[in-house]
Nanobody
Framework: QVQLVESGGGLAQAGGSLRLSCVAS????????LGWYRQAPGNQRELVAA???????NYADSVKGRFTISRDNAKNTVSLQMNSLKPEDTAVYYC?????????WGQGTQVTVSS
């Protein structure tokens, strides 16, 4: 089992920044992928960014150039630096851990961007 705890959500103004963090604990296999997803009301959950154990990254087109994902393998943490925030970034953000067919989710953290 892998447990994920997110932190860092909150309220920001358009153009502002927030930083999300997620700590993984438990029995953590490797290699693995850590990612951030988001879900806005009425929408499906979507990938925001993901990073592998070897630091290969993948971003949604909507956040490229604004968001940066990073990880610390020694601390089992993944972070998402969100800059130039837009109102459409408002959503619940979830941390996800993947190891082959095994997937674990955090509880989510709310990000609200006001215009």
């Amino acid at each position: 089992q892998v447990q994920l705890v997110e932190s860092g959500g909150g309220l920001a103004q358009a153009g502002g920044s927030l930083r999300l963090s997620c700590v993984a604990s438990g029995s953590i296999p490797s290699p693995n992928t850590l990612g951030w997803y988001r879900q806005a009301p009425g929408n499906q959950r979507e990938l925001v960014a993901a990073i592998t154990s070897s630091s290969n990254t993948n971003y949604a087109d909507s956040v490229k150039g604004r968001f940066t994902i990073s990880r610390d393998n020694a601390k089992n943490t993944v972070s998402l630096q969100m800059n130039s925030l837009k109102p459409e970034d408002t959503a619940v953000y979830y941390c996800k851990f993947s190891y082959y067919y095994r997937h674990y989710w955090g509880q989510g953290t709310q990000v609200t961007v006001s215009s």
